[in-house]
């Protein structure tokens, strides 16, 4: 649906959620003059003709919304294979009514396009006939019917109420109101497939009463769809409301995200859509806990994981390894996977929380246009390169957007800046920065990993702890130094920890030491700050600036002395 157009008797809600009751308003409820003679001005004949290729709609038969979502998919796979024509027979399914709208834009160009009327005279020159564009339907006019588009199964015949349909629908409105002699005409026909007349009578009833009687999902996405073809947005939103008001399931959340796209872009049906994403992020903010469901979501549903803030992942390094896998997994073809990473999943990666290994890695990866990966890295990097008070301005600017790459996610792993030296002395200066929440939540022994950084081939990370101090006597907080890989390798290093304190808001010492690691172990300071968990927690302490901890860990390998 093209434009949100409210309707004159249901004006829209300004909070979806606040109060939602299905019941009709007293005030709009004109469910009395439904084909009632004594309140109509025009007689609408509605011809129901077989559905196209014979086939059944989308919840004819179906108990569940599985069924439904199963009978969809096959059926638009069927359309798609009867879509490979040559020239003569496209031309001639055109003139036969059997031009179906596939989701996926082949062979009907002109899919988002309006609904169109096609009015003409009727044989008798006493009224005028509608011919109804949408998803299985199209035009059919003059002399040039085929057999298989003037069968007509059966005949209703209703009394109608053109200022009630014109209020509810923009698409009735131009229909009466276009100026032309046939506006004028008493009596409309109206051409339907089979499969939409449970839905369209349902449609219909609603214009005069603001009820329906489908209650089903299946059925209320028929009523949805069609709702859609002739705009009636208040129909829309209230079949949206219905469908929000059903348990959730990820079956009918995909199937929610999976709509055509002029429902998807219609403002009624957005809360539902938004409700699908939510539940699907919801469900899979833990990645690693179903990694063989997740790799085989559709796109829409790995979307609307990817966007969420609270996905829980190690790194946003483990969100690039995870895209570049579903990608080569659906999109074999170099070109289409490109495509996708482009215009869709790229923009879900968030490269300036990446680390530097791995931004490095997204330069030589094949996946990714040059182009492409050369401005995501450069952006990635002059993030890292801004001064902390710039990053959370960035982040807080993209607070409200779609795709919200400054925007942190809750890592299980902090993530770090590191500062590397070769010469004189293999030398790196990490800086971790915590928020005061995330310290609030070790009380009383919990801890939390930074993300790993390399020094002379070998990984490390820092680890902060909320523990008891050396004598048992209260926590306090502590940080430690650890080597990822484990072995018998010696690795001497000499490190200090250090961090910002009021008022000077300068990096301070806190403590120096020396190690030799053999991989698997940590060495550190239970008590950084020599001071107990409360007083560091304080509100007037002195390590929290604007409601950070800033600590900073500088690492150099030890190089033996000359015999």
Known sequence: MREASGDLFDPPVSVMDSGFSPGPKSDSDFGFAFNDSNFSDRILRIEIVPDVSDFKSDGEGCTSIADWARNRKRRREEIRKDNVLDPVQFEEQILSCNMPDTDDGAGYENQDEEAVAMIEESPSGGGMSLQRLGDETAQCGGTSLTMECSAVLKVKTLHISSPILAAK????????????????????????????????MDLLNFMYSNTLSASTPTALLDVLITADKFEVASCMRYCSRLLRNLPMTCESALLYLDLPSSVLMAEAVQPLTDAAKQFLAVRYKDITKFPDEVLNLPLAGVEAVLASDDLQVASEDAVYDFVLKWARTHCPKLEERRGVLASKLGRLIRFPYMTCRKLRKVLSCNDFDPDLASKVV?????????????????????????????????????????????????????????????????????????????????????????????????????????????????????????????????????????????????????????????????????YFIDGILHLRAELTIRVSPSP
């Open 378 to 542: 450069l952006e990635a990097l002059f993030f890292k390169a801004e001064a902390p008070y710039r990053q959370r301005s960035l982040a807080a600017e993209e607070a409200n957007g779609i795709h919200r790459r400054f925007v942190e996610r809750a890592y299980k792993y902090r993530p770090v800046k590191v500062v590397e030296f070769e010469l004189p002395r293999q030398q790196c200066i990490v800086y971790l920065d915590l928020k005061r929440e995330e310290c609030a939540h070790l009380f009383p022994s919990g801890r939390v990993y930074s993300q790993a950084f390399h020094l002379g081939g070998q990984g490390f990370f820092l680890s902060a702890h909320c523990n008891m101090d050396q004598q048992s006597s209260f926590h306090c907080f502590g940080l430690f130094l650890g080597m990822q890989e484990k072995g018998s390798v010696a690795f001497a290093v000499d490190y200090e920890f250090a961090a910002r304190s009021k008022p000077t808001e300068e990096f301070m010492s806190k403590y120096k030491g020396n190690y030799t690691f053999t991989g698997g172990k940590a060495v550190g300071y239970r008590n950084l700050f020599g001071i107990p968990w409360t007083a560091f927690m304080s509100d007037d302490g002195p």
């Open 169 to 200: 629908s923009p698409f009735f409105y131009k229909l009466f109101s276009n100026g032309m002699r046939e506006s004028e005409q008493r009596h409309v026909t109206l051409t339907i497939n089979a499969s939409e007349e449970a839905a369209f």
